[in-house]
């Protein structure tokens, strides 16, 4: 039983095109994130999600867009791709608070050509 | 604002000997403290975590860690390094205390252990 999964995991698209990635996790954890790990591996926070409510929105662009459907689902959409957005995007969630740190899905790795 | 530096891009050990890979970290107040391990092509795995107590602490595949309040530090350690080690570490750190504070993550260090 996979804890936290992202699909897809691999995913290749053109500049200019719109695209979504989607992490669920049967945990029941109340808290989501999303995470993205550059070509030199640093992992930078996006976005947290607590029980389907906004509550960590880093300076991200607002091309990225994050949706809560219920507290399992955390997506990930992402309008009119360049070529920097090319990189690791890692869900993960927590039972809430930062006392128990992350369980983290295995990556979707995008691709912008 | 909270920060965490893992001074070595790789640290490079023989199987069989102890290792060290270091962690400073800088945080209002009490820190939370962790360790996550990332095999290639793989998501972040749970290593171990410093929340309060025993400055030593131990976590998965024999690894342990050791607070230092005084040095701002939480290096993680095994004594007999393994092939199957190798891999990339991070650290991270969060404020302690309640409320939804993100972690941060240092830039991560490159564990690569030679047979």
């Known amino acids: 039983d996979t804890a936290v999964s992202q699909t897809p995991k691999y995913l290749v698209t053109q500049m200019g095109n719109d695209k979504s990635i989607k992490c669920e996790q049967n945990?029941?954890?109340?808290?989501m994130y999303w995470y993205k790990q550059d070509s030199k591996k640093f992992l930078k926070i996006m976005f947290s999600y607590n029980n389907k409510e906004l509550i960590i929105n880093e300076t991200v662009p607002n091309r990225f867009s994050p949706k809560s459907p219920d507290k399992a689902h955390l997506n990930l959409h992402i309008n009119s791709l360049e070529l920097g957005d090319s990189a690791v995007y890692f869900c993960a969630s927590s039972p809430g608070g930062n006392l128990y740190g992350y369980t983290f899905g295995s990556g979707t790795r995008l691709t912008v050509v | 604002a909270q920060s965490v530096a893992q001074p070595e891009d790789q640290v490079n050990v023989a199987e069989g000997n102890p290792l060290t890979v270091k962690c400073t970290y800088s945080v209002s107040g009490n820190p939370y403290l962790f360790w996550y391990v990332q095999y290639p092509n793989r998501g972040l795995q749970f290593l171990l975590k410093y929340i309060t107590g025993d400055n030593l602490v131990k976590g998965s595949y024999g690894f342990e860690a050791e607070f230092n309040k005084s040095q701002t530090s939480f290096h993680l350690k095994k004594p007999s390094a393994l092939v199957s080690d190798s891999a990339l570490y991070f650290c991270a750190v969060s404020p302690a205390g309640g409320g939804y504070n993100k972690l941060i993550f240092g830039a991560g260090t490159r564990l690569a252990v030679h047979p």
């Open positions: 945990l029941g954890h109340d808290t």
